[in-house]
């Protein structure tokens, strides 16, 4: 008599089966979506997942947290792996499964896309009360493998019980002769929500207004980023790079720009010399008045 036992198959905590039939109808929207090739999905995980994702989702105060803030930003994030709480860990590995990948190959129709298993700039993010991220597109070029193009945005939201008033929302801008022209589209950052877009020069997004959430609140998200391999050797990439709104006035739109110079700097000697942004964070919070 048989002594083995039944190998259960391992849980995918993606529904491939929901998401599965009307991919061809979602990867024409997402082509067709204005300003850039994007799309945004309610109900992206079972919800008993997301609610324990956002249950489990670390508090701002401990150390494992990077501090990113300046000019143009003022938010938290968390790269390392292995720090992660278990449900948003195996989330984030199934988000970095290759059955995944190839689902958003097939939905951004971009071939050969690839994980980061560093989640490098990705990871957990959150902003509590004051956050900001001012519209920008994305540094193009992985500061550790100069040959990985960054392709697609994968932004999951962990919010139960966010308010619209408290802000939030992200914002897709146009551009119209080279300038910023209006807010395209906006969502909310609401629990289990997920946007998925293409990351060139068309998809400037940001929440550049503070949020006005009470103290205890923050606006949390788990980002995932897909690269494919870039052959011509004359690829340099370029970093994330900040843009000004028309409402903006002089000032903050000189500080946005002398910023982004300065973040230029610092993403070029990090891909160069290797810095963590831990070091950053450092910094950062030393000068911000945090110990």
Known sequence: MSTARAVRAPER???????????????????????CPHIFLKDFLDPETA??????????????????????ENKLGMAKRQFFPPALGAV???LNSPEFVAWVSELTGI????????????GLHQSGPGGYLNVHTDFSMHHFHTHWHRRV?????????????????I?????????????AAKYPPLLNHALIFTTDERSLHGFPDPLTCPEGQSRKSLALYYYTIEQDKKFTGHSTDYFARPQDG???SAMIWLDKKAVDLYSR?????????????KVLGFLSGKK
């Open 153 to 169: 945005n994968l932004i999951l939201y962990l919010n139960p019980g966010w308010q619209e008033e408290w802000g939030g929302a």
């Open 92 to 94: 984030a590995d199934e």
């Open 250 to 252: 002089w000032g903050k």
């Open 51 to 72: 609610l324990e994702m956002a249950t489990q989702f670390p508090q701002a105060s401990t150390e494992e947290w990077t501090q990113y803030k300046h000019a143009n």
């Open 171 to 183: 914002e897709l801008w146009e551009r119209q002769d080279g300038k910023m022209a209006r807010c």
């Open 111 to 122: 071939p050969n896309l690839m994980a980061d298993p560093m989640l490098e700039g990705g």
């Open 13 to 35: 905590l993606f529904p491939y089966e929901k998401w599965g039939s009307p991919l061809p109808a979602l990867a024409r929207q997402y082509r067709e979506n204005h300003p």
């Open 269 to 281: 000697a990090k891909a160069r010399f290797g810095f963590s942004d831990e070091f950053a964070s």
